[in-house]
Each structure stands twice: as structure tokens, then as C-alpha cells.
């Protein structure tokens, strides 16, 4: 089964039982985990990115899973950089619920540049003073404001703070920065999980509840304590701003875990829509559960495809 793929790709939804897959198909590949979900990269978040903890992660080698401080903006460039750093020699099962990584493994990436909050602050504050933004790119990138309706304030946004940021377009900026896949066609196999949506949403709620009882709010306590900026990757993660409003003393508990629910919910959907658009082509399988999704890695012709 391992010789005759480079690397197994286990996507679906949050909730979904991705990681207790990847440890099985990676015990029965001699292969390694590879995070792919870019809350699971931070180291603070431990609980809440429901990370694999120690023991989970005893019995098979797991990279790339809580290495990144939370005051650090990770991108997928960043991550596809990561994973070139990874020891040879083994198979490696990915699995994650982000999809853009998945397409950046399989597609390969065009990067857009990193950008300075000052400068994206400066520009946001221009927008909601009413200058008209549209204007502002097409005398500065012709071409790229021909490519915006006026009314797609954030691109229109991004494209502007590139400009400033870079002294070129970013469609100039973006010729000399694509990278192309890590793993080319034919030398992976991809299952998408995708469980019963009354069922998710279920162990969703649950785990939520779960996470609460294991020590989640403690975990944004002590992020909340360094003082990070709200528009940090971390500080989005799904549950943080409520439990942080609740410590804040302006939500009861119960709210802040209804609504972090909710949102996890919110993303699973996101998570749905996404994979339909890209991961349902050649050399992904969609699977209800895990035992299905085993038999398809390690013998594709038996999947529904």
C-alpha cells in the first residue's frame, strides 16, 4: 500500500474523526501524521484547535502540530515551507480541516505578500470614511482595479495595502512568488470525511462541552493574559472571542459556549462548500465514516470515488 503513493490526504469537516483515521492508516503504512489544519499549528491552543494530545500522538511520529507561537501570523506559505523541512523516508498521512492547505499540497500556491497592520489599518480607515477606493487602485494598478467590481471593498482593500506594501501590483508581485505542488498527480490518494449532518453537528456541540470540562477556558485565560491583537489567526479560532468576552465579564459561560457552538457548526458548513468546489475530483473519495475511508486509502478501486 505504501510504495505505491508518496502521501494519503484525510480532509473533512471539524468533528469529522480525521485524527483517530490518520493514527490507523498510519500505523498500517509505517508512515507519519502531518498536521493540516492551521489552528492545530499553535502551540496555544492546545484544547480548543482539539489537537491530538500525548497520548494520541504516542504510538505514531505527529509533525508539525503545535510549533508556532499564537503572536505569529502562519500562512500557507509558511506551512508548505514546514512541511519541506519534514524527515524522508516515510509515507506521510496529512490530515486537517483546512482546505487551502490540501490545494497548496495537490495545486501547488500563488502567495500573496505579507502586509503591515499599520498600513492595512491606514486603508481600512479610508474606506470607512468614504473615499472611493475603486478610483484609488485604477490610478494606481489599472489592470488590477479592471479585475474588481467597485463594490468589492475587501479585495479592492487588499489590492491597495500590496501596492503600498510591495511598490508593485500584485498580480506582479504574485509572477515571481507561485510554487508549484508538493505532490503531483498520481502520487497521492485523499478521502474527504463527510458524516450525516445531523450527526456532526452533534459531536460538535458535545465536543465543545468537552473541551470546556477539559480546561478550554483556562487555555484562553492565558491567551487572552499576552495581550494579542483581536485580528490575530489565534485569537479567530473558533470559541475564542466569546469565552474571552465571558472572562471579560460581559457574557455568561452558557452563551459563550452556545455561540462557540454555533460557530464551529457555521465553519463545518464552510468546510462542506469548500470541498465540493475542491476536493472532488481525481484522487478524492468522499466517505461517511472511517472504516469506509480505510478500506478506500489502502485499496482505491473499492471506494465510491
Same mark, same amino acid.
Given at each position: 500500500?505504501?510504495?505505491?503513493?508518496?502521501?494519503?490526504?484525510? @480532509?473533512?469537516?471539524?468533528?469529522?474523526?480525521?485524527?483517530?483515521?490518520?493514527?490507523? $492508516?498510519?500505523?498500517?503504512?509505517?508512515?507519519?501524521?502531518?498536521?493540516?489544519?492551521?489552528?492545530?499549528? #499553535?502551540?496555544?491552543?492546545?484544547?480548543?484547535?482539539? *489537537?491530538?494530545?500525548? %497520548?494520541?500522538?504516542?504510538?505514531?511520529?505527529?509533525? $508539525?502540530?503545535?510549533?508556532?507561537?499564537?503572536?505569529?501570523?502562519?500562512?500557507?506559505?509558511?506551512?508548505?515551507?514546514?512541511?519541506?523541512?519534514?524527515?524522508?523516508? &516515510?509515507?506521510?498521512?496529512?490530515?486537517? =480541516?483546512?482546505?487551502? #492547505?490540501?490545494?497548496?499540497?495537490?495545486?501547488?500556491?500563488?502567495?500573496?505578500?505579507?502586509?503591515?497592520?499599520?498600513?492595512?489599518?491606514?486603508?481600512?480607515?479610508?474606506?470607512?470614511?468614504?473615499?472611493?477606493?475603486?478610483?484609488?487602485?485604477?490610478?494606481?494598478?489599472?489592470? =488590477?482595479?479592471?479585475?474588481?467590481?467597485?463594490?468589492?471593498?475587501? &479585495?479592492?482593500?487588499?489590492?491597495?495595502?500590496? &501596492?503600498?506594501?510591495?511598490?508593485?501590483?500584485?498580480?506582479?508581485?504574485?509572477?515571481?512568488?507561485? +510554487?508549484?505542488?508538493?505532490?503531483?498527480?498520481?502520487?497521492?490518494?485523499?478521502?474527504?470525511?463527510?458524516? @450525516?449532518?445531523?450527526?456532526?453537528?452533534?459531536?460538535?456541540?458535545? *465536543?465543545?462541552?468537552?473541551?470546556?470540562?477539559?480546561?478550554?477556558?483556562?487555555?484562553?485565560?492565558?491567551?487572552?493574559?499576552?495581550?494579542?491583537? %483581536?485580528?490575530?489567526?489565534?485569537?479567530? @479560532?473558533?470559541?475564542?472571542?466569546?469565552?474571552?468576552?465571558?472572562?471579560?465579564?460581559?457574557?455568561?459561560?452558557?452563551?459563550?459556549?452556545?455561540?462557540?457552538?454555533?460557530?464551529?457548526?457555521?465553519?463545518?458548513?464552510? +468546510?462542506?462548500?469548500?470541498?465540493? !468546489?475542491?476536493?472532488?475530483?481525481?484522487?478524492?473519495?468522499?466517505?461517511?465514516?472511517?472504516?469506509? @475511508?480505510?478500506?478506500?486509502? !489502502?485499496?482505491?478501486?473499492?471506494?465510491?470515488?
Amino acid at each position: 500500500m505504501a510504495g505505491e503513493v508518496e502521501a494519503f490526504l484525510i @480532509a473533512g469537516p471539524t468533528a469529522s474523526g480525521k485524527s483517530a483515521l490518520a493514527v490507523r $492508516l498510519a500505523e498500517a503504512c509505517g508512515g507519519t501524521v502531518v498536521n493540516a489544519d492551521s489552528m492545530q499549528v #499553535y502551540r496555544d491552543l492546545a484544547i480548543l484547535s482539539a *489537537r491530538p494530545d500525548a %497520548a494520541e500522538q504516542a504510538g505514531v511520529p505527529h509533525h $508539525l502540530f503545535g510549533f508556532v507561537d499564537g503572536a505569529q501570523e502562519f500562512t500557507v506559505g509558511a506551512w508548505l515551507r514546514a512541511v519541506a523541512t519534514l524527515p524522508p523516508g &516515510r509515507p506521510r498521512v496529512f490530515v486537517g =480541516g483546512t482546505g487551502l #492547505y490540501f490545494k497548496a499540497l495537490t495545486e501547488g500556491l500563488v502567495e500573496t505578500p505579507p502586509v503591515p497592520l499599520e498600513i492595512s489599518a491606514a486603508i481600512a480607515a479610508r474606506a470607512a470614511g468614504g473615499e472611493d477606493l475603486h478610483a484609488a487602485l485604477a490610478r494606481l494598478d489599472p489592470e =488590477g482595479a479592471a479585475r474588481l467590481a467597485p463594490a468589492d471593498s475587501p &479585495r479592492i482593500q487588499r489590492a491597495l495595502a500590496v &501596492r503600498e506594501a510591495t511598490g508593485t501590483s500584485l498580480a506582479q508581485w504574485q509572477v515571481g512568488h507561485s +510554487q508549484p505542488p508538493v505532490l503531483a498527480p498520481g502520487s497521492w490518494r485523499g478521502v474527504f470525511l463527510a458524516p @450525516a449532518r445531523e450527526t456532526l453537528y452533534q459531536r460538535i456541540d458535545r *465536543r465543545f462541552e468537552q473541551m470546556i470540562g477539559q480546561g478550554a477556558l483556562q487555555e484562553v485565560a492565558a491567551l487572552r493574559a499576552r495581550g494579542l491583537p %483581536a485580528n490575530r489567526g489565534v485569537m479567530k @479560532a473558533h470559541g475564542v472571542p466569546h469565552l474571552i468576552r465571558h472572562l471579560a465579564g460581559a457574557m455568561a459561560l452558557e452563551e459563550a459556549i452556545r455561540l462557540g457552538q454555533q460557530d464551529t457548526r457555521n465553519y463545518a458548513k464552510r +468546510q462542506f462548500t469548500w470541498a465540493r !468546489k475542491f476536493m472532488a475530483g481525481a484522487g478524492w473519495a468522499w466517505c461517511e465514516g472511517a472504516d469506509e @475511508a480505510l478500506r478506500v486509502l !489502502k485499496h482505491p478501486a473499492t471506494g465510491s470515488g
